[in-house]
């Protein structure tokens, strides 16, 4: 499986490997050197446990997707601090699906979060997601009164499509034709700034 890292405006996203995962679930200091970025203490964040960590490894030693089509490290680049840090991590469900659904979810440790960095983690993985041909839409489930998640997915572009595929879960998606238009509405305007207009 090759390494895929992402560069943002202030992160570097890294597809997770199966050597990364058992790292993060065996030995936090080979994880830090392989991610080349502080591990804090209170790594991983809310939703992720050991449990699900083994259960990523597994998928990954059983049915190896290839790479990006899983969960993803967010890595700030410069922190005030000094140096890299992981700050939290976004995961697609797998590989799209025959209509060209793929469901994304993010999820950033408190400290670092309020700053924008979870809604350039997806913006940053749309662009990845909507670079091969088969996606059609990206879809992403929340709770209503989540409000900074549902904030994230408004500010990266979806649309509250209604109900999601459990009681009390509301559905976002980003349509191809909705990223497509944008990234030329951007290109324009873009060119327009450039040629001073």
Do not use: C
């Amino acid at each position: 499986m090759r390494d895929i890292r992402l560069p943002t405006a202030r992160l570097e996203l890294i597809a997770e490997s199966g050597k990364l995962a058992r790292a993060e679930l065996q030995n936090r200091a080979r994880f830090a050197r392989l991610l080349a970025a502080r591990v804090p203490e209170n790594w991983p964040p809310p939703l992720d446990t050991a449990d699900s960590i083994a259960l990523r490894l597994e998928r990954l030693e059983q049915a190896p997707e290839p790479a990006g089509w899983r969960t993803w490290y967010l890595v700030l680049r410069e922190h005030a601090i000094g140096g890299r840090v992981l700050i939290g991590s976004a995961e697609f469900l797998g590989r799209p699906t025959a209509d060209g659904t793929v469901e994304i979810g993010y999820s950033v440790l408190q400290e670092f979060q309020g700053v924008g960095y979870a809604t350039e983690a997806v913006k940053g993985l749309l662009v990845w997601a909507f670079g091969h041909r088969e996606v059609t839409r990206v879809i992403a489930e929340t709770l209503p009164e989540l409000t900074p998640s549902r904030r994230v997915l408004q500010k990266s572009g979806f649309t509250n499509v209604g109900k999601g595929s459990a009681d009390g879960v509301i559905r976002f998606e980003r349509s191809r034709s909705a990223h497509e238009g944008k990234t030329a509405e951007a290109r324009a305007y873009d060119g327009g700034f450039a040629a001073g207009l």
